[in-house]
């Protein structure tokens, strides 16, 4: 367990998490986008396997998973890494969940010597999203954080 707030534990995926992990990323992308295309999104195939050479968090709440966002390293940039696959169950959303996600990456990236964190997003979504707006992302929907690093 990396953290823990009331009844959401953050922790890294296991094996047995990744159908449900997948499912909620790809029911949040088919909410936003209107519909679901896999095909788009081989990296949920195999999540494990995918990020391995990654950090992929998962929030979870008993045997449910409500949340996901993974760290990956930019290959070929020495101390840059972007936060990639952050969603958070519909119902589940504005209760801190996508902060808490958040922050662990952001942590995690500090331990590795990572200076400069990118979430990139979909501008349309960013406004829907309270840790992506208010204010913070400009023009393309770019968040960029330079250490050091705090959500």
Known sequence: MIAAHERTIVRAIEFSDQPDAQELILSGLQEHWGFRDASKNRDLADICRSYADATFLVASEG???????????????????????????AD???KGIGRMILRELL???????VQTV????????????PILSGGRLHNHTLRVWRG???A
Request: charged share 30%; net charge positive; no cysteine.
């Open 63 to 89: 045997d449910r998973i409500v949340g996901t966002g993974a760290l990956k390293l930019r290959s070929g940039v020495s101390g840059v890494a972007e936060v990639v696959r952050m969603s958070v169950a």
């Open 92 to 94: 589940k959303r504005r």
């Open 107 to 113: 942590g995690i990236a500090e331990s590795l010597g």
């Open 118 to 129: 990118v979430l990139e997003d979909n501008r349309d979504l960013a406004r829907s999203n």
């Open 148 to 150: 050091p690093l705090r």
